[in-house]
């Protein structure tokens, strides 16, 4: 008998993407049907495209009172089929219909952001109690879901729900839900004596409050979680006590989306050789003005501008390497900080026989990179798991990544029988001296081949991961039940 679980969010893809959570959101559901389970996701409604183009069907409205503030919401159902799995969203206009998932147009968060996550998970939670959805547990993901396992647990008025396992999954830890004890109204009223639970550097703590009352928590690859530990004391603390309530579970990516033989944003999809298959969309990705030639290798980034993601290394490493090596392509795919996306469009104004560039971010042209490109840069400081080195080998495109977080679980170097290129530090040195072992791969066309065939090879889908999620899932029920 299938069992039904749903996902708290604030991104799916393809309605709202801000980063990787979308995606894993967006496909791990897919999965999850084959090992016994009937997944839905709900997320809020925004005032973005794909929710333009949809209809919505009203399955509950009421009122929320939340920090002196009544909130009138809806809860509607998405009509399509297409997602594979029931769409549902949180519609309060004064609150989510705006045409950005996080950023205003001065490029910080919102000023309302705490009653924006509050207001998700508890009007999620009001429409459990007051409605026929029948939920056997809850998937929340990263902190602005955070307080969903505790105001289960202890919420005044969520008393039918108490027997609901949840599930709590940290995608990134560098970011956090943390209110003011100020703004307590803005929680659904709970004993008072449990204030000091969900409490971290004296205010409400989102996080905190999931890393104590969660049944099952999970950072996205295990290398992740152990980095966590250094970095996130809450996780640490109640890790401790015991572990066994934590894992790491890598992601993965739906292999039916990324298929280069099917895949409609590409120019030229697949066909029996993967020389020509790369051949024919590095001619249509690059421009006129770039040097062609067969024996030029393409290097892409694609992702963030943004300390993090070691953007800020690219310029000057490729400068060098123009420098020493000369016959090399570059494209560089993102947006970001605005002082290193002028780097970028100087190094190629200043180069634009070598680097080609694109500020901002596109699906499609995105597609096309992995497609043309003969290795992708990750420089990350820190990368809870990382999607783009899974794409990049399922289109046969070499990963030159540093080992940090869920990379160093994926990324293998080819001198060690892996499928990838690494390196230890976030430097520019480091990014160089991986470049460099990348051209020298290049030329040795055999070797080269097949470390891109072992890559092609891998099965990075969320066939494996979907099967542990549905594992522990099963633990869950059958403990709490």
Sequence with gaps: MSKSVLHISTECYPAAKAGGMADVVGALPLYLTEHGWTPSVIIPK?????????????????????????????????????????????????????????????????????????????????????????????????????????????????????????????????????????????????????????????AMDAVAAAMRYADHVNAVSPTYLEELKTSLAPLKINMDIDPSRFSGILNGIDDQTWDPKKDDLLPHKLG????????????????????????????????????????????????????????VNFFILGSGDKFLEQMVQSLRDRYPERVACYIGYNEAVAHQVYAASDFLLMPSRFEPCGLNQLFSMRYGTIPVARKTGGLRDTVIDYTEGGAGISFEWDSVDDLIGAI??????????????????????????????????????????????
């Design 46 to 202: 925004y005032n973005l495209k794909w929710f333009k183009n949809q209809v919505f069907k009203e399955v509950y409205s009421d009122v929320l009172n939340m920090d002196f503030v009544e909130y009138k919401y809806s809860i509607q159902k998405c009509q399509s089929k297409d997602l594979g799995y029931d769409f549902y969203c949180v519609d309060i206009p004064v609150l989510y219909d705006r045409e950005s998932v996080y950023l205003g147009d001065d490029g910080h968060g919102y000023a309302d952001e705490a009653q924006r996550n509050v207001a998700l998970q508890r009007c999620t939670l009001q429409w459990l109690e007051h409605s026929d959805m029948q939920v056997d547990l809850i998937h929340c993901h990263d902190h602005q879901t955070g307080f969903v396992p505790f105001m289960i647990k202890h919420g005044y008025g969520y008393e039918s729900l108490r027997h609901i396992p949840t599930f709590y999954t940290i995608h990134n830890g560098a970011y956090n839900s943390r209110y003011g004890w100020n703004q307590k109204t803005l929680l659904v009223d709970f004993p008072a004596e449990l204030e000091m639970t969900i409490d971290w550097h004296f």
């Design 272 to 327: 029996r050789s993967w020389d020509t298959f790369k051949k024919k969309n590095k001619m249509a990705l690059l421009p006129a003005d770039i040097y062609r030639a067969e024996d030029v290798p393409l290097i892409s980034f694609i992702g963030r501008f943004a300390h993090q993601k070691g953007a800020d290394l690219l310029a000057p490493a490729i400068e060098r390497i123009l420098a020493r090596f000369g016959f």
């Design 436 to 481: 460099s072992r990348s051209l020298q791969l290049y030329r040795a066309t055999k070797e080269f081949k097949e470390v891109r065939d072992r890559g092609i090879q891998q099965d990075n889908s969320w066939n494996n991961s979907a099967k542990t999620y549905a594992e522990i899932y099963n633990e869950l029920q059958h403990k709490l039940s």
